[in-house]
């Protein structure tokens, strides 16, 4: 069962883009086996290389201002598997003349298959 509160969703062909709020954030920090059952997903052992301290600049930066709502930490899921296949997203808010940054990271096993395309895009596609 997902327990996810009210949080953004961006749907692609193969993926659901879930923005990480604070609570989505803190359970990642805790393990894999909380964000399984936070997110009602699979997690692979090797869904990061980012790490931990990644996730906590995140939440760091939300905690900071709700301003950032949906402009940090997104959680790509591979909708055919239900697992989570790495993180990704924006480096804060846009720039006053409207430049936005981008981070992504795919599980090994998921790469050279066009997810970190298909993420990106829908990230990109957020923003405007």
């Known amino acids: 069962m997902t327990t ?11 993926l659901k883009l879930i ?49 950032e709502k949906d402009w940090w930490t997104y959680f790509p899921i591979h909708k055919q598997d239900n697992k989570l296949i790495g993180s ?9 003349d409207g430049t936005v940054e981008l981070g992504y990271e795919i599980a090994p096993v998921y790469r050279n298959r066009g997810l970190a395309t298909e993420m990106t895009n829908g990230l990109v596609e957020k923003c405007f």
Do not use: H
Not at 19 to 30: F, R, T, V, Y
Not at 36 to 51: H, R, Y
Not at 88 to 96: C, L, Q, V, W
């Open 88 to 96: 990704g997203g924006y480096k804060g808010k846009p720039t006053a």
């Open 4 to 14: 996810i509160r009210t949080t953004t969703i961006i749907e692609t062909k193969n």
């Open 19 to 67: 923005a990480c709020n604070s609570d989505i954030l803190k359970a990642a920090i805790e393990g894999n086996e909380i964000i399984a059952q936070k997110l009602g997903v699979t997690i692979p052992d090797n869904w990061t290389e980012f790490g931990i301290g990644a996730l906590q600049y995140s939440l760091e930066r939300l905690t900071e201002s709700e301003d």
